[in-house]
């Protein structure tokens, strides 16, 4: 299918999935609208939404607060996590030094990690800075390791026989040619760190999207719920194709791999 | 042995790779030796797997023998570098650099000025016909366009030994003939130290002042057949060449010699 095929069709199910939303939410419809909102309902809150405060903020503050704190655990997990990725890769002792702790933090969810941030740094920005990057952390690391494994030793050897140095080999082949790996980790890293964010404010927060959507759910306030619920979709959908984005723009070379040769 | 009078360019000495604990590990080659003078264009022949890549590769520096030397110029080889610059069967191109930037790669490791690496680059392009693909990808590039990068980053280090492995093992018949009559003008052109690895006999004959056959593994060499020199038939194109009645006596000499070994597998 060409792309314009794809986006055609893509439009058609997104406005059949909201007409089927519509008829099952209408008035005297099969769903109540305590139970689930129409469409129409969730346009008004949201356009309502857009100029007045809610819980304390309007809603751009509250995407402004998800974001800001998703991007830092981020940016803070990447400035660790791919430095330590490619040197755990690069010398197999520091790999073996680290390896068994990162072993033992791996399969702890993120959010487990709540209770004892609660009781260092207590419920403020900081400590869902901290949960958010404990989860962009592992896939940081791992991604950055594995690119560094996925180099094909023939260009270290290619690249010894033109005359360069270790250190020239590291940053100018190994790590270059990781660079499409070391994308898709980043972009693995900033789903895990949204979806851990919104989990985050639904348990300790004062701002953002899940804060809103945990608030309205206890105020019976459906309508609000499921804004905050799209909203939360939505941005993660766009914070995944910003990252397509990148990976395009910053590994040019990767978009004509299928007809070499 | 030939010229024995003169030091040859690139010397293997006595040369055993063991992979693996010496005895109990995989024997790839016993005790090869073989020697290539200035200007001259080895081809080594064998079965797959006797071992003929990695007598290149320990040729290179990139591994170590378990035993004997490398000698350029007499002197102990020492670590890979440009002197000695390797053609490789899967081109290993840099991915992320155009051709341009791969072919500048090793002038830059060397130190070389820009406008020195620009002059080389451009002449080199033209030398290998690349000049409309300066700024592509290896992966907007085919096979044979991507080997000729290759080539290219290669000479423009101005090498004293070339060595090749397989360099046309993994493109399609069309375009090996048209590189193999490339690299031999290359070669008659600007008389490069040559020790070219293949399975083809045909590429042996065509290509190489001598050749050199191995046994299966563990590889030894067999037999060392010197090929008329800078003949009138080696200047045309292969097809043409290999209709001359020395390069029939001497593809059958050879074949019969490898047919031998991967028989007796």
């Known amino acids: ?261 | 042995m030939q010229n024995q009078q003169s030091t040859p360019k690139l010397e293997l000495r006595n040369i055993t790779k063991w992979f693996g604990p010496k005895d109990t590990g995989v024997c790839a080659v016993d005790n090869c030796s073989l020697a290539v003078q200035k200007g001259e264009f080895i081809c080594v022949v064998g079965p797959s797997g006797c071992g003929k890549s990695t007598l290149m590769t320990v040729g290179a520096g990139l591994e170590q023998p378990t035993e004997g030397e490398i000698l350029v110029d007499g002197k102990p080889a020492g670590p890979p570098g440009p002197q000695r610059s390797v053609v490789f069967q899967k081109f290993a191109l840099f991915p992320s650099e155009t051709v341009a930037q791969n072919i500048k790669f090793g002038l830059q490791m060397c130190g070389v000025d820009a406008k020195e690496q620009e002059r080389r680059l451009v002449e080199q392009l033209k030398i290998m016909k690349l000049e409309q693909f300066r700024d592509a990808y290896p992966s907007e590039l085919s096979g044979g366009m991507q080997q000729r990068v290759a080539i290219a980053r290669s000479l423009v280090m101005q090498p004293e030994i070339l060595l090749m492995d397989e360099p046309f093992g993994a493109l399609d018949a069309q375009t090996r003939t048209i590189l193999q009559e490339e690299v031999q003008r290359l070669h008659r052109e600007h008389h490069y130290t040559v020790l070219f690895i293949t399975h083809s006999v045909e590429e042996a004959v065509y290509l190489g002042d001598r050749v050199i056959v191995m046994s299966r593994r563990p590889g030894r060499i067999k037999k060392e057949i010197s090929l008329p020199r800078d003949v009138v038939w080696k200047r045309g194109d292969i097809e043409v060449a290999a209709e001359h009645p020395d390069f029939i006596a001497a593809r059958r000499e050879i074949w019969a010699l490898v047919r031998e070994e991967i028989i007796a597998q």
């Open chain 1, 1 to 261: 299918m060409t792309s314009n095929k794809v986006a055609f069709v893509g439009a058609g199910a997104t406005l059949l999935w909201v007409a089927i939303w519509a008829w099952l939410t209408r008035e005297g419809g099969p769903v109540s609208e305590l139970f689930f909102p129409s469409p129409g309902d969730v346009l008004d809150r949201l356009i309502m939404f857009w100029s007045r405060p809610y819980i304390g903020s309007t809603l751009m503050g509250h995407i402004l607060s998800s974001l800001s704190i998703v991007l830092a655990g981020w940016v803070l997990g990447g400035i660790v996590g791919v430095p330590l990725g490619i040197a755990m890769a690069w010398w197999t002792r520091l790999k073996w030094i680290v390896f068994p702790i990162f072993q033992l933090i791996r399969p702890v969810p993120p959010l487990a990690w709540i209770p004892l941030t609660l009781l260092w740094i207590g419920i403020g920005d900081a400590a869902r800075i901290f949960v958010v990057f404990i989860a962009a952390l592992v896939p940081w690391v791992m991604n950055s390791m594995h690119a560094v494994y996925s180099v094909d030793k023939l260009l270290i050897d290619a690249g010894r026989t033109l005359g360069a140095n270790d250190r020239k080999i590291l940053t100018r082949i190994v790590i270059r040619s990781a660079i499409p790996t070391l994308l898709a980790g980043a972009r693995i890293a900033l789903g895990n760190a949204w979806t851990t964010l919104v989990a985050a404010e639904l348990l300790a927060a004062t701002a953002g999207l899940g804060y809103v959507a945990l608030n309205a759910s206890r105020m019976l306030d459906t309508d609000v719920l499921v804004v905050a619920m799209l909203l939360i979709g939505l941005l993660g959908v766009m914070l995944s194709a910003l990252m397509g984005l990148a990976a395009r723009m910053f590994a040019p070379w990767v978009k004509n791999d299928r007809n070499g040769g």
